[in-house]
């Protein structure tokens, strides 16, 4: 590991410690997604900090810290889900209370919340990325390692998921 010592060094070190501490809770929320529960996101949060701290000086441009690091943080999450062996389920009263919603109602937030539970996890984080986290379709590819096409294609397929699911919960209730 090489020094701090000259300007670019330190410029993408400092880049990288201040985009973490910015960005805690969103880390948080993606690992939760995953892991359906809360110290098993934040040992993956806290695992995918540890190796991005030992390994920063792979990343050459500070302008690519936050697909290089969301990368890192689905990988330790599906390395987490591989050592569990099983999926969490997760009633919505569990979930993070500072998750953000644009939605209208607390009953709305409580049935998208259950719809999104039931998407695989892969979907569920590609609908994560792009609708909560803002995220363009090409960093999305670049963290997930999938192909535009076969993004698109994933995303599409989990939308029209959440869409049937959603519907199911409205008519149900009627």
Known sequence: MSTLNNDKNRNIYDS???YIEENQNKFYLLAYSYIKERDG???TVQNAIYKA?????TLKNPEYIKTWFYRILVNSA????RTRKKLYPTAPEKMPE????PLDSEAD???LRAAMDTLEPELKSI?????FEDMKLDEISKITGLNINTLKSKLYRGLKKL???LEREVFSDE
């Open 16 to 18: 990288l410690i201040e």
């Open 41 to 43: 996101a934040l040992d």
């Open 53 to 57: 701290l030992i390994s920063w000086e």
């Open 78 to 81: 599906l390395d987490e889900l």
């Open 98 to 101: 500072e998750t953000y919603s």
């Open 109 to 111: 937030c409580l049935d």
């Open 127 to 131: 609908i994560i990325m792009k609708y």
């Open 163 to 165: 869409k049937i699911e």
